[in-house]
């Protein structure tokens, strides 16, 4: 069982920064795949960005060159680095991990607002 907090959210101006964490704990060994997704208000939820255990990354193509998504295996933590950040990206972010039985795990999701 692995337990996921995110914390790092908050109100921003376009074309400001900001960082998300993620901090994970229980049976964290057999983490496969770690990510973020976001869901806006009446809007389907969607993957931003990915990190696999052999360091792997993916970004969904409207947030590349914008975000980075690091890993840091030896404290459990997942970072992801918001840059340029626009009005659309407004969403509440969650933490995600599969782990190798394909069992998922979800954070409680922090906010994030960008005014115009």
């Known amino acids: 069982q692995v337990q996921l907090v995110e914390s790092g959210g908050g109100l921003v101006q376009a074309g400001g920064s900001l960082t998300l964490f993620c901090a994970a704990s229980g049976n964290t060994f057999s983490m496969d795949v770690m990510d973020w997704y976001r869901q806006s208000s009446g809007k389907q939820r969607e993957m931003v960005a990915q990190?696999?255990?052999?360091?792997?990354?993916n970004y969904a193509d409207s947030v590349k060159g914008r975000f980075t998504i690091s890993r840091d295996k030896a404290k459990n933590t997942m970072l992801l680095q918001m840059n340029s950040l626009k009005p659309e990206d407004t969403a509440v972010y969650y933490c995600?991990?599969?782990?190798?039985?394909?069992?998922?795990?979800w954070g409680q999701g922090t906010q994030v607002t960008v005014s115009s």
């Open positions: 995600h991990v599969r782990d190798a039985r394909a069992f998922n795990s």
């Open positions: 990190i696999t255990s052999g360091g792997r990354i």
